[in-house]
């Protein structure tokens, strides 16, 4: 986080900052570690992205009922 925080102070910003973070990663991991740690964040966030739609849709299907029933009632 400290190192978002000082892209933000210095104005670097959009591709710059992303290679920035990039080599810092490269620096910290090493080449050989960076692959592994991009496979576990990429399946991170298909992860999240799989929990977060499927409490969309159970959202909807909520809602779906809940308004035909509605409808019943009328």
């Given at each position: 986080m400290e190192a978002l925080a000082f892209i933000?102070?210095?104005g670097i910003s959009?591709?710059?900052?992303l290679l920035f973070i990039g080599v810092v990663?490269?620096?910290?991991?090493g080449p050989k570690k960076l692959p592994q740690f991009?496979?576990?964040?990429?399946?991170t966030l298909k992860e999240f992205k799989d929990a977060t739609d499927g409490m969309t849709?159970?959202?909807d299907k909520k809602n779906s009922?809940?308004?035909s029933q509605d409808k019943e009632v009328k």
């Open positions: 933000n102070t210095v959009g591709p710059v900052s990663a490269l620096i910290i991991f991009g496979r576990a964040m990429g399946s849709n159970f959202d009922d809940e308004q």
